[in-house]
């Protein structure tokens, strides 16, 4: 397995992640897709997938992927949101999530991360923009 697959499968492994039911799908250097399974709880009203399991993918989608693309010589003593924005396109209803997490810029600390969210229909449910702090590489 690559760095990319191991760092991202680390994220996903944490407990929130896998009380959502976030897995990994695919992890390359700047690029993650993740998949949410759909459960009941978590759903809102009847069979609607709540906006906060929505928005929590993409946190975690956008984390991966700011961490694949590190150096795995010089890897952070930690990491952080520090900005996340979501915008909704359409109620996603019973079924699976795919959130595909890309890095847009990176910069000495930060990384600016852009992620789509689709359905199992590949109807696109919600997208999201996050800013992730990476801090100083551990010391050795």
């Known amino acids: 397995m690559s760095f990319s697959h191991d760092i991202a499968l680390r994220i996903l492994t944490s407990p929130f992640s896998r009380q959502l039911g976030i897995e990994l799908v695919d992890a ?5 897709v993740t998949r949410m ?10 069979d609607q997938v709540h906006g ?5 993918l993409i946190d975690v989608t956008a984390t991966a992927a700011a961490w694949v693309g590190l150096d795995p010589d010089k890897l952070p003593s930690f ?9 909704f396109m359409a109620p996603a209803k019973s079924q699976d999530l795919r959130a595909t997490g890309t890095v847009a810029r990176r910069g000495s600390s930060l990384a600016f991360c852009n992620v789509d ?6 109807q696109l449910v919600a997208q999201g923009r996050a800013v992730y702090k990476l801090g100083k590489p551990a010391a050795s």
Not at 28 to 32: A, F, I, L, M, S
Not at 37 to 46: D, G, L, S, Y
Not at 52 to 56: D, K, L, Y
């Open 28 to 32: 390359q250097r700047e690029h993650v």
């Open 79 to 87: 990491g952080t949101t520090v900005n996340l924005e979501v915008a």
């Open 52 to 56: 906060g399991a929505i928005s929590a």
């Open 37 to 46: 399974a759909f459960r009941q709880e978590n759903t809102t009203v009847a």
């Open 117 to 122: 969210v689709h359905d199992s229909d590949d």
